[in-house]
């Protein structure tokens, strides 16, 4: 299947994504530092601050062509690459493999919750704007 996309549009989200990346990982050792102890507190800071940037960007503004490109750049690739699952499963996993289970449970379904609530209320505000 031909790509929908220019090569230009693929060369600035793959450094948008090196760019999220860049700031999860900035980020992630700011809040670490910040908040030490073993509950995964900075891939939930990561992920419901994504979902609430996601909600906002995907209903700020209208539509049109330039837009779209903004959002997929930003969304697929700036925040693609700053939101991270597999960081999610994996903390997840290791609380539990430690004997963590609330703890585990508490990151899961509480990530699920919070990152539904942050994406609500990004929409919410998009909408307004």
Known sequence: MPST???????????AGATGAAARFAFSEWATKRWPGTFPLATLLINVTGAFALGLLMTA????SA???A?????????????TFSTLSYDTHSLYRSGQIRA??????????????????????????
């Open 67 to 69: 837009l779209a490109q």
């Open 5 to 15: 996309i220019g090569f230009g549009v693929a060369v600035m989200l793959g450094l």
């Open 71 to 83: 959002r997929l750049v930003l969304g697929t690739g700036f925040l693609g690459g700053y939101t």
């Open 104 to 129: 585990a449970w508490l990151n899961a379904l509480g990530s699920l919750a919070i990152g539904l609530a942050a994406a609500a209320l990004g929409m919410a505000i998009g909408t307004l704007l």
């Open 61 to 64: 503004g209208g539509a049109g």
